[in-house]
């Protein structure tokens, strides 16, 4: 019965306190080395005594301390910028050109295993296929097909990247600089093009003008020509009219005429008559001269006479 508390004294020794705390901390460790914590984007190369055995992830990943050992591979997508390279055109024209590579690994492994250092790769490639691509290019052609040498580049490094498990997904050049005669040049010409752009717009301009001022005396003659129309039709209407009314007026005035000359007898006529040649005698210088046939004038107004007399006897009597 003596024995459990000596035991118990040994156990809470401080020798033995210490003791357990190292192990405790011994199995934390092994256990915090034996696990990988892999993310999505992320996979784990499990490599047990140099040999691969496994490409694991995401999530928990379990290995054997000290005898596994990894390597995490990036699945994201990455560029690589390639700084100026002095390449060669068909033309023998110096360039310098920087371009950027983009790329996403396919399969983690084969980037681990068939390639050391594959960004230096891939920058030693790219530059070496551009100057491959620009030697067969005339300079002109480098400057206006960049889209162009951009799919080609594109396409030659992904053929050599394949077989690493990398997939070359873009290419772009960034810049690319000619020689300063070149771009001298370059600024001549553009100038002149566009002094050339800016006469052909001005002479277009003022043909458009021209043809507008033009279509618009076009118009206006027209409107003009057919007011003018307008105009003299409306005229011949209205003398038409007016013609038509004068007629009418003649042709009225003489039925009024005719109607009232039906109603006037041969005594009205003669009392007329003398009227006239009585307003034409008050002219002290006029002279009549009457024909022997004037007297016949004289019968009915002697008649007419003789029956007003008869008349006013008649009156008197009654």
């Keep these: 019965m003596l024995k459990f508390p000596v035991i118990y004294q040994e156990l809470a020794s401080p020798a033995t306190i210490f003791l357990i705390i190292i192990l405790i901390i011994i199995v934390v460790l092994l256990i915090r080395a034996s696990i990988r914590r892999v993310y999505e984007y992320e996979r784990?190369?499990?490599?047990?005594?140099?040999?691969?055995?496994?490409?694991?992830?995401?999530?928990?990943?379990?290995?054997?301390?000290?005898?596994?050992?990894?390597?995490?591979?990036?699945?994201?997508?990455?560029?690589?910028?390639?700084?100026?390279?002095?390449?060669?055109?068909?033309?023998?024209?110096?360039?310098?050109?920087?371009?950027?590579?983009?790329?996403?690994?396919?399969?983690?492994?084969?980037?681990?295993?068939k390639v050391q250092n594959f960004e230096g790769a891939a920058t030693g490639i790219g530059t070496t296929t551009l100057r491959a691509v620009i030697g067969d290019i005339l300079l002109d052609e480098v400057l206006s097909k960049r889209e162009t040498i951009n799919q080609i580049l594109r396409a030659k490094l992904d053929e050599v990247t394949g077989r690493w498990g990398v997939k070359i997904t873009n290419v772009e050049i960034r810049e690319i600089l000619p020689p300063k005669q070149v771009q001298d040049a370059m600024i001549l010409q553009m100038s002149a093009e566009r002094s050339r752009r800016a006469l052909i717009t001005e002479a277009d301009g003022k043909k458009q003008a021209a043809i507008t001022i033009a279509e618009g005396e076009k118009q206006a003659a027209i409107l003009r020509a057919e007011g003018d129309r307008q105009s003299a039709i409306l005229r011949a209407e209205g003398d038409r009219q007016a013609t038509i009314l004068r007629a009418e007026g003649f042709s009225n005035a003489l039925d009024l005429i005719f109607n009232a000359a039906k109603k006037l007898d041969s005594n009205t006529m003669t009392l007329q008559y003398f009227d006239t040649l009585k307003s034409l005698a008050q002219s002290p210088s006029t002279k009549f001269i009457f024909p022997m046939e004037f007297t016949s004038l004289l019968s009915p107004v002697q008649e007419m006479a003789r029956k007003a007399t008869t008349n006013k006897e008649e009156k008197q009597q009654q």
């Design 44 to 113: 784990v190369i499990v490599f047990r005594l140099g040999k691969f055995i496994a490409e694991k992830g995401p999530g928990l990943v379990f290995i054997i301390p000290f005898i596994d050992t990894t390597q995490k591979v990036d699945l994201r997508e990455r560029f690589i910028s390639v700084t100026k390279q002095t390449c060669i055109t068909k033309d023998n024209a110096p360039v310098d050109i920087d371009f950027l590579i983009y790329y996403r690994v396919i399969s983690a492994s084969d980037s681990v295993l």
